[in-house]
């Protein structure tokens, strides 16, 4: 994300990187050598903040990017910590004070003006800014740090660097409304299409978005809210319509899903009673809301298996819901509580990867799914007694994991601290109070949850200071011109600025898998891998499991993203470094699903083809031995297959006719709702054994890998008959 006048000044941004890389491109024609004497080249340049106020005292080293290590980093070198040095390309370089020392490097004077000398002009390189070591003003980087360019490109004007700032140590947090405040419409930077973007959205109250929230841009984010009946209780529906309800059936104590839930009354056997059709609990889904007014939200829970249970027709609060990209989950308060608890998911959201549905043979893949990690979804909310074969509903007791579970990045990373409710004894949580937030304390008073503005950028509360002086700025003398002071973007923390790693540890922090298991004390925004390390608890990616080629990740609720990007050649190359901004708007702005630069499905989109001019029938031609329509061809359709499952998923290849038993996992291949970031084709050989069917091998160990046979090639193919290839070099 960018900040306040940052933001304004992403336009300038865009077009220096731009400049170089295109500058880099035409200098790679030039002759740079007379018979083997390397021609030096000497460059100028400045180093400032996003303001063009001076940086004094940095050094800019400068980094032959074909000295840049590009040794491939695997999932088993980054558990063991081999791959930590080599997942920094220029920081792992520039922090080895005996490489640093023979590298050309500048320091910036008092107009943050330095001068390189002895540059090999037939190179190209990054230019990676590291602030002295007594300023904490600034951080390591600089938008010359992730592409490679050539120094006779630029020598005739010389390179302008700018830094981010940082937030400093006392700095608190202020609340996403007060950073609406400056950049909302009207303002320097108005950043309210951030009010779209699906962290914004994190957690809403049923069909009453926030002022901080537009769930406009989302078609499917609203499809479980509007599934509750208006009425004034669960046997009270308005005129000619039904409370809607979902039926609990085919009870199994020992599965995760324990019970098979759906909008209608299946004629199933259940395993456990032996009985057609049993029906354990029902649950009516009911609102006093209206097309016109606002109103609550309940569940209430009819216990069909004993009618003579004494919490028979349990009503659960929805005070809110969280989650809407591949899965939704309700989060119910119960009564004589404050706490939020995770009940059940919705994984059938319109225009979803998640695309469940009673018909599977499969229980995660059905539309409604009980489970939730943190806070044990609907299992907290009843009791078996095996020797009665009888479910009793329940308040969850004393001890339950509420949602604040959740809280390290779902409630407010940073700002986030834990409590013990004292007439409850609940675990409850607090952030930074904010208007337009939501209570998750349980004592009326609002605050800022989910992935918001400072999850991004720290906290805002000395940025916000220093910009309130800019509201009667004094004025300067330079020479015989009166300057005003400007006071905007500072103390605020710009990932555009940063170097690509750092950039992607921001997101990494919560799209790693997990490991970071302490809300209170959360990484910081801005730093490096290596002290990210130091905040991760256990084994590293010791949350992620793998597909037999032991590479592409099987997903999780936390997403694939950030593991999968350390194993792609975006993190670690010799050309263009890239991060997850470079490719996702994080504010919000873009009209492409997951807020993409550029169209998925398009071929021809500057997503990829910015970077990777390719005619892409041809490509696909070359690697494939067959000719194939480039416009059909979108290059996330290869290279982006979805091997990690979150939600439902789908189902891909099917090797014969369903019949909705078990024995339909011999011929089912799923296509996952979590999209590889590894960048890399699979091949058959990915699947452990070549041809492997989808179900439990001979070794017991599990099925085959989705695709090819469902993502890319098995799409359109018989994937039976695809050739084997070995694997390609990544």
């Known amino acids: 994300m960018k900040t306040l006048s940052l933001i304004a000044g992403r336009g300038r941004l865009i077009a220096l990187a731009v400049a170089v890389l295109v500058c880099g491109l035409i200098a790679y024609q030039v002759d740079a050598t007379v018979g083997t004497?390397?021609?030096?080249?000497?460059?100028?340049?400045?180093?400032?903040?996003?303001?063009?106020?001076?940086?004094?005292?940095?050094?800019?080293?400068?980094?032959?990017?074909?000295?840049?290590?590009?040794?491939?980093?695997?999932?088993?070198?980054?558990?063991?910590?081999?791959a930590t040095a080599y997942d920094e390309p220029l920081e792992d370089i520039v922090n080895n004070a005996a490489v640093a020392k023979t590298l050309p490097q500048a320091k910036t004077n008092k107009k943050g003006q330095f001068s390189v000398k002895k540059l090999n002009a037939a190179s190209k390189y990054f230019a990676c800014v590291v602030p002295a070591a007594t300023d904490a003003n600034y951080l390591p980087g600089g938008d010359a740090s992730r592409i490679a360019f050539a120094p006779k490109a630029v020598a005739k004007k010389g390179i302008q660097i700018q830094v981010s700032w940082a937030?400093?140590?006392?700095?608190?947090?202020?609340?996403?409304?007060?950073?609406?405040?400056?950049?909302?419409?009207?303002?320097?930077?108005?950043?309210?299409?951030?009010?779209?973007?699906?962290?914004?959205?994190?957690?809403?109250?049923?069909?009453?978005?926030?002022?901080?929230?537009?769930?406009?841009a989302h078609?499917?984010?609203?499809?479980?809210?509007?599934?509750?009946?208006?009425?004034?209780?669960?046997?009270?529906?308005?005129?000619?319509?039904?409370?809607?309800?979902?039926?609990?059936?085919?009870?199994?104590?020992?599965?995760?899903?324990?019970?098979?839930?759906?909008?209608?009354?299946?004629?199933?056997?259940?395993?456990?009673?032996?009985?057609?059709?049993?029906?354990?609990?029902?649950?009516?889904?009911?609102?006093?809301?209206?097309?016109?007014?606002?109103?609550?939200?309940?569940?209430?829970?009819?216990?069909?298996?004993?009618?003579?249970?004494?919490?028979?027709?349990?009503?659960?609060?929805?005070?809110?819901t969280m989650g809407g990209y591949i899965r939704q989950r309700l989060l119910v308060t119960p009564p004589g509580l404050k706490g939020l608890y995770q009940f059940i998911t919705y994984a059938a959201i319109t225009g979803s990867a998640s695309q469940g549905s009673i018909n599977y043979y499969d229980r995660s893949r059905k539309a409604f799914l009980e489970g939730g990690s943190g806070g044990g979804g609907m299992s907290n909310f009843f009791t078996y007694d095996s020797s009665k074969k009888l479910v009793s509903l329940r308040v969850p007791p004393a001890g339950t994991e509420t949602v604040t579970g959740c809280a390290y990045c779902h409630i407010g990373a940073g700002s986030y601290q834990e409590f013990k409710d004292p007439g409850t004894g609940e675990s409850m949580a607090h952030t930074v109070g904010d208007p337009n937030g939501f209570d998750i304390g349980g004592d009326g008073q609002t605050q800022d949850i989910g992935i918001t503005c400072e999850q991004c950028h720290g906290p805002g509360s000395q940025h916000r200071a220093e910009a309130l002086k800019g509201v009667n700025p004094p004025t300067t003398t330079k020479g015989k011109?009166?300057?005003?002071?400007?006071?905007?973007?500072?103390?605020?923390?710009?990932?555009?600025?940063?170097?690509?790693?750092?950039?992607?540890?921001?997101?990494?922090?919560?799209?790693?898998?997990?490991?970071?298991?302490?809300?209170?004390?959360?990484?910081?925004?801005?730093?490096?891998?290596?002290?990210?390390?130091?905040?991760?608890?256990?084994?590293?990616?010791?949350?992620?499991?793998?597909?037999?080629?032991?590479?592409?990740?099987?997903?999780?609720?936390?997403?694939?993203?950030?593991?999968?990007?350390?194993?792609?050649?975006?993190?670690?190359?010799?050309?263009?470094?890239?991060?997850?901004?470079?490719?996702?708007?994080?504010?919000?702005?873009?009209?492409?699903?997951?807020?993409?630069?550029?169209?998925?499905?398009?071929?021809?989109?500057?997503?990829?083809?910015?970077?990777?001019?390719?005619?892409?029938?041809?490509?696909?031609?070359?690697?494939?031995?067959?000719?194939?329509?480039?416009?059909?061809?979108?290059?996330?359709?290869?290279?982006?297959?979805?091997?990690?499952?979150?939600?439902?998923?789908?189902?891909?290849?099917?090797?014969?006719?369903p019949t909705g038993l078990s024995s339909d996992a011999n011929i089912f291949y799923w296509q996952g709702d979590q999209s590889s970031h590894v960048m890399d084709v699979p091949h058959k050989f990915s699947t452990g054994v070549a041809g492997q069917v989808p179900g439990t091998n001979a070794n017991?160990?599990?099925?085959?890998?989705?695709?090819?046979?469902t993502n890319a090639c098995g799409t359109c193919h018989d994937a039976s008959k695809l050739q084997f290839q070995a694997p390609a070099a990544h």
């Open 700 to 709: 017991g160990t599990g099925g085959a890998m989705p695709i090819p046979y």
């Open 37 to 82: 004497k390397i021609k030096l080249a000497n460059l100028k340049g400045l180093v400032t903040d996003s303001h063009s106020r001076p940086v004094v005292g940095a050094t800019v080293y400068f980094i032959d990017s074909s000295t840049v290590n590009i040794t491939p980093i695997t999932p088993p070198d980054v558990a063991s910590g081999v």
């Open 481 to 657: 011109k009166q300057q005003v002071v400007d006071y905007s973007a500072k103390f605020i923390v710009n990932p555009s600025l940063l170097c690509a790693d750092r950039a992607s540890v921001i997101c990494g922090r919560c799209h790693d898998g997990g490991e970071v298991t302490n809300g209170e004390n959360f990484p910081p925004v801005g730093i490096s891998r290596a002290q990210y390390l130091t905040y991760v608890t256990g084994p590293l990616n010791s949350r992620h499991t793998r597909w037999p080629d032991q590479l592409h990740d099987k997903g999780g609720h936390e997403g694939v993203a950030y593991n999968d990007y350390l194993c792609a050649q975006h993190s670690h190359n010799q050309r263009q470094l890239v991060a997850c901004d470079d490719c996702h708007d994080a504010m919000g702005d873009s009209t492409y699903r997951y807020f993409l630069k550029g169209d998925p499905d398009d071929p021809n989109s500057p997503l990829c083809q910015r970077c990777h001019a390719k005619d892409v029938s041809a490509h696909v031609t070359e690697k494939t031995g067959n000719p194939m329509d480039g416009s059909m061809m979108a290059c996330r359709t290869c290279h982006m297959s979805r091997t990690g499952k979150g939600g439902a998923g789908a189902p891909g290849l099917i090797l014969a006719t």
């Open 167 to 216: 937030t400093p140590s006392g700095a608190t947090y202020i609340g996403s409304t007060a950073c609406y405040v400056c950049h909302g419409p009207g303002g320097a930077a108005d950043i309210s299409s951030n009010k779209k973007h699906a962290h914004s959205l994190m957690f809403m109250r049923p069909l009453q978005p926030s002022a901080n929230q537009d769930p406009s």
């Open 219 to 320: 078609v499917g984010w609203l499809d479980l809210a509007n599934k509750f009946t208006p009425a004034t209780d669960y046997k009270t529906p308005l005129t000619g319509t039904t409370i809607e309800t979902l039926w609990f059936q085919e009870f199994n104590s020992s599965a995760t899903n324990k019970f098979v839930i759906s909008e209608t009354k299946g004629n199933n056997v259940d395993p456990t009673t032996g009985k057609a059709g049993s029906v354990w609990l029902k649950a009516y889904l009911w609102t006093t809301a209206t097309a016109t007014t606002n109103g609550n939200f309940y569940v209430t829970l009819e216990n069909v298996n004993n009618p003579s249970d004494p919490n028979n027709f349990l009503q659960l609060q929805v005070p809110l």
